[in-house]
């Protein structure tokens, strides 16, 4: 949950953008990102975002690029949301689906990216479950699963972040992170400008972190009584895929305050800038 | 044949000596330590300023890997890479392939030490047959084998009551049992020490009661039991508190620290290189209250011995992700340098103590020879050179496996010469003055 002191736009109001290109060749997590960089990233999604509703969804920034989504394991979502980015810039995308068993069979992720390489991509999107894995690969790359991305980026730019849940859920030393932790929704929910719900990881009920899904949506789950006591114009967020009646009820997650499917539009638009970007794009030149 | 090594600095703990001395090497025993010794037609050697005689240095807990994982390492390279650390001798951990759970892979690794013919090799047999936690192994025949230990290591012994057993069954030879301390459950399938770099980083993480859980848990067996409990790689601040309330209250647990664990801490797994797998070990590099504890018991005698857990992979098996990446480093050849740097040229602990804590105690611990410079004791001489500078070269590393987090640092303090048996069977090419050893 996330009350911003300053919105990005308001961070930059008359000023030019102090960044105009990302001058780096990939990007393996959040935290390395500078705010500068970070708001480039955003204004620049705005503009791709415009490219999303036109009648033909298309630009040719990465025309002749080859992009390949490198995913170690399934996620419809993500992988989607890179190849229509990937595609309304233009570029030429290639999925390779690597189911673990395989790895298990012979090939390591090294030699798995210098085969890749040989056959010159421009561009890779990996998604591995072990943390750091991009960190073993050489050349063009995009993506990390670093799994405190969100706390990274808010704080980074300006956000006062507190994080609620069970304390089995919650990593030890989160407040090193620069955030705040209860377990109390009532007081998180309270004075939040923004709250986002995080799925909860229906395997994870194995590992005895929560006693039942029935309890959690109890005493954690977002309700509309409970979203009675936030701010009057709060806004509702999830990355998805939801569990609902879980960490959220129906009636908010499709109530007024859910921008959760337009979280899903910006992420293409994110995507797109952000491979934009990373191709060598600059700032501020009209995408088509 | 007679030498005497003369005029060097002689630091004998056990004999209260620390002082310019001459050592009398007759064949391959100790013959007499003293000043001005006479030469009774002795060749001599003389020691150069500023080296430092010792007893040779026993690193109780290395894993050679022989039988069966021969591409990481042999009895032959590790102990070829044993002397070029200055250790006159290791034991070596049970978890080969086969187990050395029988006494006849206990005779497989001595008859390819006796074949090497390098640093001393005591073998360390498994509590359980094939370190499963289920049988207790043959342990009076693996002690007539040539055993000194007995050990789970890698894991630790299943249950509490096979671990009472072991202990009961050991104590019968007064063989200390060695126990790899770690709650599994707790542990789950952590790869890091739980903390603020394990979330960062988004590894799963084990907290240091994980392993202090496991020394309560040996503690408590061993008052029952009244045998020696030894707690391997001790690596956390809540394990050090329970090691030194056990012995304040007479019980017989002693424990090892290693060179990593008072050096490193896990922010090493972020940089300088993120996700590097010469970082991953169990226990893991942990926060810095804990690795400042270790610093405090090896100060303050709470800390029995300095043991390297020397355990090599192969280079392929850790160009993986981290996750899936093997547990352990290479340690022989990086001990002594990061010891006298980090403890000694530190200001931490003096060199008599340094010697306790390689030699004396290892060779109390596992009640075999040497430990010592007295007359009739093996001929066993690890020579120091605390002022040599040290490059550490992982590629230049003995050891058939070159898995370490020290490449590139710069080390004061390393290895002149290591004596076994009365043969100079290493001498450290970067110093003049011994060639006559």
Redesign the interface.
């Known amino acids: 949950m996330s009350a911003p002191a300053r919105t990005p736009d308001e961070m930059r109001v008359g000023a030019a953008p102090a960044v105009t290109a990302l001058r780096r060749k990939d990007l393996l997590g959040i935290a390395e990102l500078s705010t500068d960089e970070i708001a480039l990233i955003l204004d620049t999604a705005e503009a791709m975002k415009e490219v999303g509703e036109r009648p033909i969804k298309k630009v040719p920034a990465l025309r002749g690029k080859t992009v390949v989504n490198l995913f170690f394991e399934p996620s419809t979502r993500t992988r989607t949301s890179f190849e229509i980015a990937e595609k309304r810039l233009s570029a030429d995308t290639l999925n390779i689906a690597v189911a673990s068993s395989s790895v298990v069979k012979g090939e390591t992720l090294a030699d798995t990216a210098l085969n890749l390489e040989a056959m010159r991509p421009d561009m890779i999107v990996l998604r591995h479950s072990s943390s750091g894995a991009c960190h073993l690969l050489s050349g063009d790359l995009l993506h990390s699963r670093v799994l405190r991305s969100n706390i990274h980026l808010l704080t980074k730019m300006g956000s006062d972040v507190w994080v609620c849940g069970p304390p089995t859920l919650i990593p030890t030393d989160i407040t090193r992170f620069g955030v705040r932790a209860t377990s109390d929704v009532d007081e998180a929910v309270a004075d939040a400008d923004v709250i986002m719900l995080l799925r909860i990881q229906l395997e994870r009920m194995e590992g005895a972190f929560f006693p039942s899904l029935r309890e959690y949506f109890n005493v954690f789950g977002m309700t509309e009584a409970r979203l009675r006591r936030a701010k009057p114009d709060v806004m509702i967020m999830h990355p998805g895929p939801m569990n609902r009646g879980v960490e959220i009820a129906s009636e908010v997650a499709d109530g007024p305050y859910s921008v959760i499917l337009e979280q899903v539009a910006n992420g293409v638009a994110v995507r797109m800038a952000v491979l934009y970007l990373l191709a060598g794009g600059v700032a501020h030149e009209e995408a088509a | 044949m007679k030498r005497l090594l003369k005029g060097g600095r002689v630091v004998d703990p056990a004999n209260g000596i620390d002082g310019v001395h001459d050592v009398l090497i007759d064949g391959d025993r100790i013959a007499a330590v003293g000043r001005d010794l006479p030469l009774d037609g002795a060749s001599v050697v003389e020691i150069p300023a500023g080296l430092v005689v010792c007893p040779g240095f026993i690193d109780m807990h290395v894993h050679l890997r022989e039988p069966g994982q021969e591409h990481k390492e042999t009895v032959a390279t590790g102990t070829a890479a044993a002397v070029a650390g200055g250790f006159t001798a290791v034991a070596c951990m049970p978890n080969t392939a086969p187990v050395n759970d029988n006494a006849n892979v206990t005779a497989y690794i001595l008859a390819k030490a006796a074949e090497a013919n390098l640093a001393r090799v005591y073998p360390i047999g498994a509590v359980s047959r094939g370190s499963k936690g289920e049988l207790l192994a043959d342990i009076a025949e693996l002690r007539q084998a040539g055993c000194v230990a007995i050990t789970d290591d890698g894991h630790p012994v299943a249950t509490a009551l096979l671990l009472r057993r072991a202990m009961e069954y050991a104590g019968m030879f007064g063989m200390p049992v060695i126990e790899h301390c770690e709650d599994g459950s707790l542990k789950?399938d952590a790869v890091a020490h739980?903390?603020?770099q394990a979330?960062?980083?988004?590894?799963r993480?084990m907290?240091g009661a994980c392993e202090a859980l496991g020394v309560e848990r040996g503690i408590l067996l061993s008052e029952l039991t009244g045998a020696h409990f030894h707690v391997a790689h001790m690596s956390a601040r809540a394990s050090l508190r329970a090691v030194r309330k056990g012995k304040e209250i007479g019980v017989g647990v002693t424990c090892e620290v290693a060179p990593h664990h008072f050096t490193l801490t896990d922010e090493a797994l972020a940089s300088p290189?993120?996700?590097d797998t010469n970082t991953k070990m169990n226990p893991p590099l942990r926060e810095a209250a804990d690795r400042d504890a270790m610093l405090a018991g090896i100060a303050d005698g709470s800390v029995d011995a300095i043991a390297t857990d020397h355990a090599p992979h192969h280079y392929?098996e850790k160009?993986?992700?981290?996750?899936?990446a093997p547990f352990g480093i290479v340690g022989l050849e990086t001990a002594v340098p990061l010891s006298l740097d980090r403890l000694v040229h530190a200001g931490l602990i003096r060199l008599p103590r340094l010697v306790e804590l390689l030699s004396v105690n290892p060779a109390r611990i596992l009640r075999v020879p040497g430990g010592t410079l007295s007359p009739g004791a093996p001929a066993d001489v690890t020579i120091l050179a605390p002022e040599l500078e040290v490059r550490v070269e992982a590629a230049a590393l003995r050891s058939r496996s070159k898995n370490t987090p020290f490449d590139g640092w710069e080390l004061r303090g390393g290895v002149a010469a290591t004596i076994v048996g009365g043969r100079a069977l290493f001498v450290n090419p970067a110093l003049t003055g011994l060639q006559g050893l």
């Not at chain 2, 979330?199 to 590894?203: D, E, P, R």
């Not at chain 2, 160009?319 to 899936?324: I, L, P, Q, S, Y």
């Open positions: 789950g739980e903390g603020y979330a960062t980083l988004g590894l993480g907290p290189v993120p996700y392929d160009n993986v992700e981290f996750d899936r």
